[in-house]
């Protein structure tokens, strides 16, 4: 069975830091894996997807992430934080289920930036 | 701009009433989905269609009724809900609901729900 840990229910930075967000998954097959963002009263927003090919996968807003098969992991990162990153962030992995694909969600991790 | 439609945003009922909620979606996909989101909850899934049809339930209570009139358009009725369905309710759609495919979501707005 698939599932994704997210390391950290709330992480806090400064403006201009870098934003360093942890997810761990388990899978028995080769994982397809997404990183999500919510901001307050609103839907999720799919910032990027890892699908087998480059390792390092870009997304939008700056934000990219690092399949590591070696660490299980696929941490999302950015260089420079700005106040309107500060939202919930959550980490996916694809799972099948009777034939038919849908994504299994990490507990999300609230990220706020300070000025 | 979401791609994904949802009506209303904010519901307000009573455990006698009946409502529905509306999604819409005009990307040609082909799959629909719904999602039940507590505060500070992941989003956690109750339905799969794919191709129209109910290809997952995820032992949802029978107060929650979908329907998958078209390929674009979805439906979830509520009957009888208790206070404890209050939620935010997310409807998503994928390129392809089958095994083909990465299957990435594109959700909507989502429909606050407040169950009175």
């Known amino acids: 069975a698939q599932s994704v840990t997210q390391l950290g229910s709330h992480v806090s930075v400064s403006e201009g830091a870098l934003v360093l967000l942890r997810c761990n998954y388990s899978s028995s097959v080769p994982p397809y894996l997404f990183w999500y963002v919510q901001y307050p009263n609103q839907g999720l927003q799919l910032l990027l997807k890892y699908t087998s090919a480059a390792t390092l996968v870009k997304g939008i807003n700056g934000f990219e992430a690092e399949f590591k098969k070696s660490e299980t992991s696929f941490h999302l990162t950015k260089p420079s934080a700005h106040m309107s990153d500060a939202a919930e962030y959550f980490c996916?992995?694809?799972?099948?289920?009777?034939?038919?694909?849908?994504?299994?969600f990490g507990a999300g991790t609230r990220l706020a930036v300070h000025p | 701009d979401t791609e994904v439609t949802q009506t209303p945003k904010h519901l307000v009922m009573g455990m006698t009433n009946k409502k529905s909620l509306k999604c819409e979606q005009h990307m040609g996909h082909r799959a629909m989905y719904w999602y039940k989101q507590k505060a500070k909850k992941p989003p956690e899934l109750m339905f799969v269609?794919?191709?129209?049809?109910?290809?997952i339930n995820e032992s949802v209570p029978s107060r929650f009724s979908p329907e998958c009139p078209n390929s674009s358009l979805l439906n979830l009725h509520l009957h009888a809900l208790q206070p404890e369905d209050s939620a935010l309710y997310l409807c998503?759609?994928?390129?392809?609901?089958?095994?083909?495919?990465?299957?990435?979501?594109?959700f909507g707005e989502g429909s606050r729900l407040t169950v009175l």
């Open positions: 998503a759609s994928s390129p392809t609901g089958n095994l083909g495919g990465a299957g990435e979501l594109f």
């Open positions: 996916a992995v694809r799972a099948i289920s009777g034939g038919y694909n849908k994504l299994i």
């Open positions: 269609y794919s191709y129209e049809k109910l290809s």
